[in-house]
T-cell receptor
Framework: SQQGEEDPQALSIQEGENATMNCSYK?????LQWYRQNSGRGLVHLIL?????REKHSGRLRVTLDTSKKSSSLLITASRAADTASYFC??????????FGIGTKLQVIP | DGGITQSPKYLFRKEGQNVTLSCEQN?????MYWYRQDPGQGLRLIYY???????QKGDIAEGYSVSREKKESFPLTVTSAQKNPTAFYLC????????????FGDGTRLSIL
């Protein structure tokens, strides 16, 4: 199956700065989801954006979706050391078909 | 607290052995999934099940088997036919279709002795 691609693969920022991660996908989508994974743990769902939505907010998270470019971005504002994790996008196309990207590893330096 | 429990957290297998990874959920979710995670490759779907007594192969099912006899349980067996089983295995569940948010367990790390 084709996987989405997150960009950059690794990102290191200072605490308080904003972090932006991008995701590109190849197939049509039903919705797009973002997940966080702390080292050695399972994934945690962060936010879901439907194919007919362009922007969505949840706390310090802002997600955008551009279906014409087959891309999405995740912005974390005012980052904290606790945001250090890997972030994955997952696009959901047809029924029961979920494709995860390879992830962006974010390091927030205190 | 509702959630997904995977056990054991670490598992070691000798060459030629089958091993079974446990996954239990108390979220009353219909759908359950098994993923394999290798460094730099993201998550790849092994098997999924939408309802009890039914399951389908994912993208990398060869060398693996599953059962879904109860709604709460979806064990994964890594057979000796899986030539490169060393990986981090994640179990997930969702209310229904996979376009719903998935809830993940904390994984089992399998290594070959």
């Amino acid at each position: 199956s084709q996987q989405g691609e997150e960009d950059p693969q690794a990102l290191s920022i200072q605490e308080g700065e904003n972090a932006t991660m991008n995701c590109s996908y190849k197939t049509s989508i039903n919705n797009l989801q973002w997940y966080r994974q702390n080292s050695g743990r399972g994934l945690v769902h962060l936010i879901l954006i439907r194919s007919n939505e362009r922007e969505k907010h949840s706390g310090r998270l802002r997600v955008t979706l551009d279906t014409s470019k087959k891309s999405s971005s995740l912005l974390i504002t005012a980052s904290r050391a606790a945001d250090t994790a890997s972030y994955f996008c997952a696009n959901t196309g047809g029924y029961q078909k979920v494709t995860f990207g390879i992830g962006t590893k974010l390091q927030v330096i205190p | 607290d509702g959630g997904i429990t995977q056990s054991p957290k670490y598992l070691f297998r000798k060459e030629g052995q089958n091993v079974t990874l446990s996954c239990e959920q108390n979220l009353n979710h219909d759908a359950m999934y098994w993923y394999r995670q290798d460094p730099g490759q993201g998550l790849r779907l092994i098997y999924y099940s939408q309802i009890v007594n039914d399951f389908q192969k994912g993208d990398i099912a060869e060398g693996y088997s599953v059962s879904r006899e109860k709604k709460e349980s979806f064990p994964l067996t890594v057979t000796s036919a899986q030539k490169n089983p060393t990986a981090f295995y994640l179990c997930a569940s969702s209310k229904g279709a996979s376009n719903q948010p998935q809830h993940f367990g904390d994984g089992t790390r399998l290594s070959i002795l």
